[in-house]
């Protein structure tokens, strides 16, 4: 860069350079002080929707550490990390969450017929999303207020239980069918926060939250969460979430409040994904100021329907603290 100019500077420029290149995007990064790398995008890889990939017979059961959930715009796997980190996802309505989600349980399937991994599932909106799969998940609930404070009561206190028996002995959890990942999918993580009209509940489920989210990477339990309303309320613990992933998104303003600050302008342009790439979004991981643009797999019903039937979770021992019994 000519002495003087800064990232903000080229950022500005990138729609222009675009339409002067004929190109479909333009963003700029800072490799290094005094550099600036423009990435021209003159078409779409992602512009074609993904199937899933038939499930390998030698597919390892025990991959929760990288899960491939998709194609990145370089034609590259997309890998997302499920052990050790938290996971949300926001997007407008329509803009593909369900697909990233359901991505990233397809990934894991194989470790939860294994026994390795344990998922207690929220669904707010009565089932709908994932009511088809019960059989892969060791915890369901499909309604908000008590029987969902009951299952985060039970991660809170299971994270402080490992918490204590880990102090002292080791600071790495390793999933194992003895000490398993437990795995919390929330759907609508506003329906637990800011439509909750009981403030009583609402403050008491933020609040266990907050201790899952703050301490339970080290001990082997995470959260993958879906929004749709990117509002402070809602993403009030956004920075709790060491992988974010914008998909479609209405306002420009709401990248950022999403992802975090400055994404926009290195590249996240979320709010320009057209409603015809459902699954189209970018990633953000903490440490990292340089968005991932990928796309998850379409995972239709019969994928679901099938997953369920090939991978279902084992019976869990009731009388054991992590065990737990599908509820309404």
């Not at 500077?9 to 675009?18: N, R, T, V």
């Not at 915890?139 to 207020?145: E, L, Q, W």
């Amino acid at each position: 860069m000519v002495q003087g100019q800064t990232l903000t500077d080229w950022s500005q420029l990138c729609d222009a350079l675009a339409h002067g290149w004929r190109a479909q995007t333009v963003t700029a990064a800072t490799p290094a002080p005094g550099w600036i790398t423009l990435t021209i995008r003159t078409r779409d890889h992602l512009a074609t929707p993904i199937l899933l990939p038939t499930p390998r017979p030698s597919a390892a059961a025990t991959e929760v550490d990288a899960v491939r959930i998709g194609v990145t715009e370089y034609g590259t796997p997309w890998v997302v990390q499920v052990a050790g980190r938290h996971l949300l996802v926001t997007g407008a309505t329509g803009a593909g969450k369900g697909s990233v989600v359901w991505s990233i349980l397809a990934g894991i399937a194989p470790a939860v017929r294994a026994g390795v991994v344990r998922l207690w599932v929220i669904d707010p909106k009565g089932g709908m999303e994932f009511g088809a799969a019960t059989a892969l998940f060791d915890r369901f609930v499909h309604a908000t207020g008590t029987p969902t404070l009951e299952l985060l009561r039970a991660a809170a206190g299971l994270v402080q239980e490992r918490a204590g028996r880990y102090r002292g002995v080791t600071r790495t959890h390793i999933a194992t069918t003895v000490e398993p990942q437990v795995v919390i999918v929330i759907d609508e993580l506003a329906s637990l926060t800011a439509y909750e009209t009981d403030r009583k509940m609402a403050s008491e489920t933020i609040q266990l939250l907050s201790l899952i989210l703050s301490q339970g990477r080290a001990v082997g339990v995470t959260v993958i969460a879906a929004a749709q309303d990117p509002s402070k309320d809602v993403l009030s613990m956004r920075q709790l979430f060491p992988t974010r992933i914008g998909l479609r998104l209405t306002e420009a303003t709401q990248v950022d409040m999403v992802l975090g600050q400055g994404a926009r302008a290195a590249g996240a342009l979320c709010d320009q994904i057209p409603d015809s790439l459902p699954g189209v979004g970018y990633q953000i991981e903490d440490g990292t100021s340089r968005p991932l643009r990928a796309r998850a797999f379409h995972v239709t019903d019969t994928d679901i329907l099938d997953l369920a039937d090939r991978y279902p979770a084992p019976a869990w021992p009731m009388d054991t603290p992590e065990g737990g019994e599908t509820q309404s």
